[in-house]
């Protein structure tokens, strides 16, 4: 999604005091990481939580786990962060799995 589309809609929303949920599958998250950018997106983009805070949920077999993370930085930073940390965790889960 260009910037000036993500605006667009923020300036939209916010205006009109709408709030936007998205739950995405296929796009694995691009639809709401590029409205997310938009200024003041937590006052309308529902499920935003404070900058930084990142849940990472895990499940294989009869195994699940949840991995609550608050990063610091710029978003870019904390979404590289957040990468990093999730296929850190998920090794760890996977490599638990064939102990």
Request: glycine share 12%.
């Amino acid at each position: 999604m260009d910037e000036d589309r993500a605006d667009a809609i923020a300036d939209h929303l916010g205006a009109r005091g709408l709030r936007l949920a998205v739950a995405e599958s296929l796009t694995g998250g691009m639809v709401s990481s590029s409205l997310a950018k938009a200024p003041g997106a937590s006052s309308w983009l529902v499920g935003g939580k404070p900058p930084g805070t990142v849940w990472v949920g895990l499940c294989s077999g009869d195994r699940a786990e949840a991995h609550h993370l608050q990063l610091d930085g710029d978003p870019p930073t904390v979404c590289e962060t957040a990468c990093e940390e999730a296929l850190r965790l998920l090794e760890e889960h996977l490599g638990a799995d064939n102990a």
